[in-house]
């Protein structure tokens, strides 16, 4: 069984930065792909980035291009969220999930598109 354990939420003044981190294992297939999504209260839940372990390729939402990275150390199996120039619209609980097989081979950033989802953590982004 996949399990996927974030951590790294906090609380931060606007322009400030974030590291999420996303622990991971029980994979059984030979390509996944990890994404990042938020949900702000009284929002749907949203695609923030995706990396794709077949591959370097990544995928961002336009909300976050130039601000966030994402990146992946296979050794400690764990993908990174990291979060630079933080704005209060980017307050919301942020989750990891992922997706395994054939479809993890892409970097969807579709919450339907994944299978296993994190708990969350909570960002706030406020002076």
């Known amino acids: 069984q996949v399990q996927l354990v974030e951590s790294g939420g906090g609380l931060v003044q606007p322009g400030g930065s974030l590291r999420l981190s996303c622990a991971a294992s029980?994979?059984?297939?030979?390509?996944?792909?990890i994404g990042w999504f938020r949900q702000a209260p009284g929002k749907e839940r949203g695609g923030v980035s995706s990396?794709?372990?077949?591959?370097?390729?990544?995928n961002y939402a336009d909300s976050v291009k130039g601000r966030f990275t994402i990146s992946r150390d296979d050794a400690e199996n764990t993908v990174y969220l990291q979060m630079n120039s933080l704005k209060p619209e980017d307050t919301a609980v942020y989750y990891c999930?992922?997706?395994?097989?054939?479809?993890?081979?892409?970097?969807?950033?579709?919450?339907?598109?994944?299978?296993?989802w994190g708990q969350g953590t909570q960002v706030t982004v406020s002076s």
């Open positions: 029980g994979f059984t297939a030979d390509y996944y792909a």
């Open positions: 990396i794709s372990s077949s591959d370097d390729n990544t």
């Open positions: 999930a992922t997706v395994e097989g054939p479809n993890g081979m892409g970097t969807p950033l579709a919450p339907d598109e994944y299978d296993y």
